[in-house]
């Protein structure tokens, strides 16, 4: 934890997930000075699932407050937490994913737990924060953010401020219809970009094609078993050539092109950050993507907004949830405690 100045504000970004929470020390230039994690219970009662959070929150603070003494202060605590959510009232609805929760007013236990502010939120507002403050979307005014992973989520970030909507609601990028005739997404809803061209999707696609009766060396990269394909292995595969792999790739390209034309339609951001598992996967086909926009918006400049990857991978959630914290307010949305910016306790 070298390089933190005497009286700098630091905060701490919790990752909540179904099966691990992650924390992290992070500094008001975005830096990740150490992190924590630890496995969830999320089937053992609301209790026990938030004992893990505050557990592992307390374990940091313990760690740092030894290593920096009162070098630094404790700004607050930022959570990104599955949805629905109530980003306001910092009250946990009823993510699928975590049964334990059920209009859990879980800002206000961390809040009065830990005595300093705390904020909560989804990991693709969370997200587009930190790399709008610190990463990718940096200098730009008006930053749309999307992770592409086993799901796909997204942040609208305007002026620095994430866009939330009337209830906090907003920003569900994923479950816009692309195609009525689609498969069934898992929000209920016909043809989402998520049913499309999440990693699940893509992977799910060069299956048909091998059932199909198609040839592809992603046989022989799973090991012959055909449930074993993922997205990750189809770019693999379409990196070495594999007719089925490119296919797949080439239709994954024009799912996100239209997709992304609507959103260029309707917010026209300054940049576009792509984040998440398949980040990677997708990284050598921004340019085609790109490219294809103009067919797919009513832009004549869609062409020249970026399309960039993320700064922040697997930390993503960690350095979105300090971010929360580092937000310029708006209006007064800290949850629970106001903060008095305390220097971080002392080890006894």
């Not at 236990?109 to 403050?133: C, S, T, W």
């Not at 498969?183 to 091998?210: M, W």
């Not at 595969?237 to 594999?242: F, N, P, R, T």
């Amino acid at each position: 934890m070298s390089g933190v100045e005497e009286g700098q504000e630091l905060a701490i970004g919790v990752d909540v997930g179904g099966t691990k929470v992650a924390a992290g020390l992070v500094s008001a230039r975005g830096e990740i000075l150490d992190q924590m994690r630890t496995p969830m219970v999320s089937n053992d009662g609301p209790e026990r699932a938030l004992a893990t959070v505050t557990s592992l929150i307390h374990a940091l603070t313990e760690k740092a407050s030894s290593a920096l003494g009162a070098q630094a202060k404790l700004r607050g605590i930022g959570v990104c937490s599955p949805g629905p959510l109530d980003p306001i009232s910092g009250v946990v609805l009823n993510p699928p994913n975590l049964p334990c929760w059920r209009n859990f007013p879980l800002g206000d236990q961390i809040a009065h737990i830990h005595g300093v502010a705390a904020k909560i939120d989804n990991d693709g507002n969370a997200a587009g924060l930190a790399e709008a403050l610190w990463g990718a979307g940096r200098g730009y005014r008006n930053v749309f953010y999307t992770t592409v992973g086993t799901g796909i989520g997204t942040g609208i970030l305007f002026d620095g401020h994430i866009y939330h909507g009337r209830t906090g609601a907003a920003a569900e990028g994923g479950h816009m219809t692309i195609d009525r005739h689609g498969p069934r997404c898992g929000c209920g809803k016909l043809g989402c970009i998520e049913a499309l061209a999440s990693g699940p999707a893509i992977a799910g696609r060069a299956r048909a094609k091998i059932a199909s009766g198609r040839k592809s060396s992603l046989l022989d990269l799973a090991a012959g078993d055909p449930e074993k394909i993922s997205g990750v292995l189809v770019g693999q595969a379409c990196a070495s050539g594999d007719a089925v792999a490119v296919e797949t790739m080439q239709e994954t390209v024009d799912l996100l092109a239209i997709w992304l034309g609507n959103i260029v339609d309707l917010l026209e951001p300054d940049v576009m950050i792509v984040g998440g598992g398949v980040v990677d996967l997708l990284r050598p086909l921004f340019g085609e993507i790109r490219d294809r926009l103009p067919g797919h918006s009513v832009n004549l400049r869609c062409h020249e907004i970026p399309l960039v990857a993320a700064h922040y991978g697997q930390d993503a959630g960690v350095a979105g949830g300090a971010a929360l914290c580092f937000e310029e307010p708006r209006r007064k949305e800290a949850i629970g405690v106001e903060s008095s910016q305390p220097p971080i306790p002392a080890k006894k």
